[in-house]
């Protein structure tokens, strides 16, 4: 019954959309005769002027003489009395006229009745795509209660199965045991996982944070205690006090500072201030910044082409300093540590800037050059040495590069020394 009532409906429209087409016919019919009319007219009255009076004139008086038959018919031009400037028998004319006028009356009804007869039809035939659409459609949206007895109750089902899950089990899922909601079984059980991993990757940051910040403020502390029992009389005592005291607040300052470029950039408020510039210009003055800090290594400069991004020139000088910092830490005075900057061509052939800091150090395991740029992530041998660092530095760099849709190379061997390699894109 329903089919019958959608054919009804679907005829309808087509009937309605014919009949607007049909009169849109007519219409341009009626103009397109009348136009012809008056041109024809228009034609005739000066072609007869200029051949019996050199010109058209169209004040003078004209006259049609309708005499008993078409033919008879005589056009007057002047008409005084019985006097006139020319007359012409018109008759002929008209009569051909008109014969032409009834052939192309003739076609454009039978036009109107095929299009009046037939065209309902052609309305439903080109409108068929659509009706099929919009049949699949609700084919599809019945088909989950009517079709594949798809009822509202696994609906509840999932709704309860989804307040019930208890997200702080690290194994916890949902499950329906459904073929149905395996879809959607498996997408939120993805979306779970990657909000635990989120989760957990807050949680160490903060734990981390916390143990790092904890550390310095507990050696200031136990300097601050060990000033007020023995640092009044004992002026090594003092000495040794103040300095382990600016090394930890130093230290302690560099620490949050990081912490909150990292917050910031995580949360999208760093902004970044991009424009053309020359990466052989900013490599060149950290190499020469490096030269006047650091008098401990020695550091060679080498150019392989000129390099054009699109950057922040001050945070791509940043990233580089923290690389040479780190490189720095891990090499022995007296070794070389080569900033190198330039072009190379990819397997397009395409010339690709980069940058890359090479040193002599002591290298990394492969485990450790997995975890290079974890928040936090010291190897094992440094983690307890002088130059551990905040282990922050090499985040900072990556999240810089990140942002300049860059990525890293890394090359790295245990004692033999590392090269980290930043490729940029153009």
């Not at 341009?28 to 041109?39: H, N, T």
């Amino acid at each position: 019954m329903s089919e019958k009532k959608e054919e009804k409906r679907v005829t309808s429209i087509a009937r309605k959309i014919n009949l607007n087409n049909v009169l849109e016919l007519i219409w341009s019919y009626l103009i397109i005769d009348i136009l012809i009319c008056l041109v024809v007219a228009a034609v005739a009255v000066y072609g007869l002027d200029v051949e019996y009076i050199g010109s058209l004139d169209i004040t003078l008086p004209r006259n049609i003489t309708l005499g008993k038959t078409i033919r008879d018919t005589i056009y007057e031009v002047g008409y005084i009395g019985t006097s006139s400037y020319y007359s012409v028998e018109i008759g002929r004319w008209l009569a051909w006229l008109i014969n032409g006028g009834i052939i192309i009356l003739v076609m454009e009804l039978i036009d109107i009745l095929k299009k009046i007869t037939r065209g309902t039809y052609r309305v439903r035939r080109e409108l068929s795509p659509l009706n099929e659409l919009a049949k699949k459609a609700r084919e599809l949206s019945e088909m989950a209660f009517e079709t594949s007895g798809f009822d509202e109750k696994k609906y509840h089902d999932l709704e309860d199965a989804i307040s019930s899950l208890s997200v702080d089990k690290e194994d916890a899922k949902l499950k329906m045991n459904d073929k149905e909601l395996q879809g959607i079984e498996n997408a939120l059980n993805d979306l779970i996982d990657r909000m635990r991993a989120s989760y957990r990757q807050q949680v160490q940051f903060v734990s981390d944070a916390s143990h790092e910040l904890r550390t310095p403020i507990a050696v200031i502390q136990g300097y601050v205690n060990m000033l007020d029992r023995w640092g009044k009389d004992d002026e090594a005592i003092l000495i040794e006090s103040i300095d382990a005291i600016k090394n930890e607040a130093s230290h302690m300052q560099k620490l949050v500072e990081q912490l909150l470029f990292l917050a910031r950039g995580d949360s999208n408020r760093q902004v970044l201030d991009k424009k053309i510039c020359s990466l052989n210009d900013i490599m060149r003055e950290v190499y020469e910044e490096s030269l006047m800090i650091d008098e401990e290594h020695h550091y060679i400069y080498e150019e392989k082409g000129e390099a054009k991004v699109l950057a922040d020139a001050d945070m791509l000088k940043q990233s580089v300093r923290i690389l040479i910092d780190n490189a720095a830490k891990y090499t022995a005075k007296g070794q070389d540590i080569i900033i190198r900057v330039g072009v190379f061509n990819n397997e397009k052939m395409i010339d690709v800037p980069f940058y890359e800091i090479q040193d002599d150090g002591i290298g990394m395991k492969k485990q450790d050059v997995e975890r290079a740029f974890d928040r936090f992530y010291r190897a094992d041998e440094v983690r307890n040495s002088k130059t551990g660092g905040t282990g922050l530095g090499l985040a900072i760099a990556k999240w810089i590069v990140d942002k300049h849709n860059g990525y890293y190379e890394i090359i790295s061997r245990e004692g033999l020394g590392s090269r980290f390699r930043v490729v940029l894109p153009q």
